[in-house]
Nanobody, 125 residues
Framework: QLTLAESGGGLAQPGGSLRLSCTASGTLDYYAVGWFRQAPGKEREAMGCISSYGGTTYYTDSVKGRFAISRDTAKNTVYLQMNSLKPEDTAVYYC???????????????????WGQGTQVTVSS
């Protein structure tokens, strides 16, 4: 069993930055990890993923060039660096341990083995 906990959410101004962390209790090394978000009134969507050991990353077009996923295996933590934030980035952000090797952006939630509880990100002036 793996427990994931996100942190680092909060209020940011448009054009600003935030870094989210996803820390695991239990070994995260063997899992690819995805980041998802759910905006008010919308379905949860995948933003990207990072392979186990951090060799490759994939991003959806809406965040490509602005967001970056990385991982620190020594800290059992995966990060989501968010730059050039926009009001439409406002959402609850979730990390997830994936059932596959992150060869593309996650398609649907059936590729998730474990979810974090989510952290709120609000982008507003």
């Amino acid at each position: 069993q793996l427990t994931l906990a996100e942190s680092g959410g909060g209020l940011a101004q448009p054009g600003g930055s935030l870094r989210l962390s996803c820390t695991a209790s239990g070994t995260l090394d063997y899992y690819a990890v995805g980041w998802f978000r759910q905006a008010p009134g919308k379905e949860r969507e995948a933003m990207g993923c990072i392979s186990s050991y951090g060799g490759t990353t994939y991003y959806t077009d809406s965040v490509k060039g602005r967001f970056a996923i990385s991982r620190d295996t020594a800290k059992n933590t995966v990060y989501l660096q968010m730059n050039s934030l926009k009001p439409e980035d406002t959402a609850v952000y979730y990390c997830a341990a994936l059932t596959y090797r992150c060869t593309e952006v996650p398609r649907g939630e059936n590729v998730v083995d474990f979810w974090g509880q989510g952290t709120q990100v609000t982008v507003s002036s």
